[in-house]
């Protein structure tokens, strides 16, 4: 089941906000939210809510083990128990095939590799109930004593598949006491209408254009570029949808969920795009792999190889594949340059020219990250600059083009923060104006994004792979 389905808007929602709101005591509440939240993930996984179960029960214990011990040896132990079986999870449905197919064919070795069910939102839930035993042990969260508790902060619905990623010290408090208002409602709702509408009425029409373009677009140099750009887009407006819609939930139930997204296609640098997009992320990698690494306080040298070392492993965290490791070593190999050999020259830099060069790094980047066939993706770059001796526009790349010329743009419009920057005008001439008007927008896009929905034929979430 996904946030942008009939069955989800029209019926699993409004049973559960109705549920939900008849069920008075917040214990109440937190049981119709947990086993509502259990349901939507055994909608389409009922045996891998086993593996999210296990490994919220091992951390659970683990937890506890790590707060009632005054020994620094048996809290360590704990500690490496609870993440030990939850990476190994992780690593067994998500990674085990991609190491057995790697060791096979490095080894020469004649063998079946196993095809494994990879669950849906595993990278997302395993690195969330990390963040609870990690915290407990160095003392930023309290224990959670409710299992029951413990269980929703892991599998709630609105988080639970593609994030973004909510550190438990962030909403420990917001388990055992929170309330909504009428306002908190609205507000929700809108932000979730947003969501919706980004997801059905631009990342839709972009997907369907990149679909247009088999192969990449590599049988052009026009159609390489123009590729890559719709898929710029799809992938900013699908994922940035999903968290949109995620934290419009969130606030519906009386949750608050930081912001995952802040305009990353205005950066200045690739140092800014990466602390504009999927900030939850870039979030759980500096506080618990860099800063436990050393982060920047042992030289330069150490400092890049942190960098290096927590890239690579965000690419891989992205999917097993090495085109996901080399777009995480791109993105790290560009954040070192910037930090200790590039600093002055982007500085000098107009910025006008720095937003241009970021813009086109991160399209180049989401080249290498659409691409899980190494050839594939080797034709795709080489198309790109030139190197493969294809004609500079082919009749498919011709057609999509023409097909497509306004949409891309007005998408391309979307991703900048036009909105926010019309809404504090309209804000400074008028409080209730703009009341009106967002009111009437989000009921119109709420309806438009219905009569989409019932038409398209392509709603994948891209990330719920990941």
Same mark, same amino acid.
């Given at each position: 089941?996904?946030?942008?389905?009939?069955?989800?808007?029209?019926?699993?929602?409004?049973?559960?906000?109705?549920?939900? &709101?008849?069920?008075?005591?917040? #214990?109440?509440?937190?049981?119709?939210?947990?086993?509502?939240?259990?349901?939507?993930?055994?909608?389409?996984?009922?045996?891998?809510?086993?593996?999210?179960?296990?490994?919220?029960?091992?951390?659970?214990?683990?937890?506890?083990?790590?707060?009632?011990?005054?020994?620094?040896?048996?809290?360590?132990?704990?500690?490496?128990?609870?993440?030990?079986?939850?990476?190994?999870?992780?690593?067994?449905?998500?990674?085990?095939?991609?190491?057995?197919?790697?060791?096979?064919?490095?080894?020469?070795?004649?063998?079946?590799?196993?095809?494994?069910?990879?669950?849906?939102?595993?990278?997302?839930?395993?690195?969330?109930?990390?963040?609870?035993?990690?915290?407990?042990?160095?003392?930023?969260?309290?224990?959670?004593?409710?299992?029951?508790?413990?269980?929703?902060?892991?599998?709630?619905?609105?988080?639970?598949?593609? %994030?973004? $990623?909510?550190?438990?010290?962030?909403?420990?408090?917001?388990?055992?006491? #929170?309330?909504?208002?009428?306002?908190?409602?609205?507000?929700?709702?809108?932000?979730?209408?947003?969501?919706?509408?980004?997801?059905?009425?631009?990342?839709?029409?972009?997907?369907?254009?990149?679909?247009?373009?088999?192969?990449?677009?590599?049988?052009?140099?026009?159609?390489?570029?123009?590729?890559?750009?719709?898929?710029?887009?799809?992938?900013?407006?699908?994922?940035?949808?999903?968290?949109?819609?995620?934290?419009?939930?969130?606030?519906?139930?009386?949750?608050?969920?930081?912001?995952?997204?802040?305009?990353?296609?205005?950066?200045?640098?690739?140092?800014?795009?990466?602390?504009?997009?999927?900030?939850?992320?870039?979030?759980?990698?500096?506080?618990?792999?860099?800063?436990?690494?050393?982060?920047?306080?042992?030289?330069?040298? #150490?400092?890049?190889?942190?960098?290096?070392?927590?890239?690579?492993?965000?690419?891989?965290?992205?999917?097993?594949?090495?085109?996901?490791?080399?777009?995480?070593? &791109?993105?790290?190999?560009?954040?070192?340059?910037?930090?200790?050999?590039?600093?002055?020259?982007?500085?000098?830099?107009?910025?006008?020219?720095?937003? $241009?060069?970021?813009?086109?790094?991160?399209?180049?980047?989401?080249?290498?990250?659409?691409?899980?066939?190494?050839?594939?993706?080797?034709?795709?770059?080489?198309?790109?600059?030139?190197?493969? %001796?294809?004609?500079?526009?082919?009749?498919?790349?011709?057609?999509?083009?023409?097909?497509?010329?306004?949409?891309?743009?007005?998408?391309?419009?979307?991703?900048?923060? $036009?909105?926010?920057?019309?809404?504090?005008?309209?804000?400074?001439?008028?409080?209730?104006?703009?009341?009106?008007?967002?009111?009437?927008?989000?009921?119109?896009?709420?309806?438009?994004?219905?009569?989409?929905?019932?038409?398209?034929? &392509?709603?994948?979430?891209?990330?719920?792979?990941?």
């Amino acid at each position: 089941m996904v946030f942008s389905s009939m069955s989800f808007i029209l019926l699993f929602l409004p049973i559960v906000l109705l549920l939900y &709101y008849s069920a008075g005591a917040l #214990r109440w509440k937190n049981t119709v939210l947990l086993c509502a939240s259990l349901f939507f993930y055994a909608w389409g996984e009922p045996v891998c809510v086993l593996a999210m179960l296990l490994s919220t029960a091992v951390n659970y214990f683990c937890a506890k083990a790590i707060a009632s011990s005054d020994e620094p040896g048996k809290k360590k132990a704990a500690l490496a128990a609870g993440v030990g079986v939850s990476l190994a999870l992780l690593f067994y449905f998500k990674y085990f095939s991609f190491a057995l197919s790697n060791l096979a064919a490095l080894f020469s070795l004649n063998m079946s590799v196993p095809q494994i069910r990879l669950p849906i939102g595993i990278s997302f839930y395993t690195f969330q109930v990390l963040t609870y035993t990690v915290d407990v042990y160095r003392g930023k969260a309290p224990l959670q004593k409710s299992f029951p508790r413990l269980l929703l902060y892991v599998s709630c619905f609105p988080q639970l598949i593609a %994030g973004p $990623i909510v550190q438990y010290a962030d909403v420990a408090a917001q388990l055992s006491e #929170r309330s909504t208002a009428l306002a908190d409602f609205n507000e929700g709702f809108e932000r979730f209408v947003v969501g919706l509408a980004k997801k059905v009425l631009l990342a839709n029409l972009c997907g369907a254009a990149v679909e247009a373009l088999p192969g990449g677009g590599a049988s052009s140099l026009a159609g390489a570029w123009y590729h890559a750009f719709l898929y710029t887009l799809q992938i900013y407006f699908d994922f940035s949808a999903y968290s949109d819609m995620a934290i419009g939930l969130g606030r519906m139930l009386g949750f608050r969920y930081k912001e995952n997204f802040n305009y990353p296609y205005v950066s200045l640098s690739a140092t800014e795009f990466w602390r504009r997009w999927h900030i939850s992320l870039g979030s759980f990698f500096r506080d618990y792999v860099y800063i436990p690494l050393g982060g920047n306080r042992r030289g330069a040298g #150490r400092t890049a190889l942190n960098l290096l070392i927590v890239w690579a492993l965000t690419g891989l965290w992205h999917g097993a594949a090495w085109n996901f490791v080399l777009w995480g070593l &791109y993105f790290g190999v560009l954040l070192i340059l910037e930090r200790f050999v590039l600093k002055s020259v982007i500085e000098k830099t107009p910025k006008a020219v720095r937003w $241009i060069v970021t813009f086109l790094i991160a399209v180049v980047g989401w080249a290498i990250f659409y691409e899980t066939d190494l050839s594939a993706l080797g034709s795709t770059l080489r198309a790109m600059f030139g190197l493969a %001796g294809v004609p500079l526009l082919d009749e498919t790349a011709r057609r999509v083009i023409r097909q497509y010329s306004v949409f891309p743009l007005l998408a391309f419009a979307f991703s900048l923060p $036009i909105v926010p920057a019309l809404t504090e005008r309209l804000r400074a001439k008028s409080e209730r104006g703009l009341a009106v008007v967002r009111a009437v927008s989000t009921l119109l896009l709420f309806a438009l994004s219905l009569v989409f929905l019932v038409g398209q034929s &392509y709603n994948p979430f891209i990330y719920f792979r990941f």
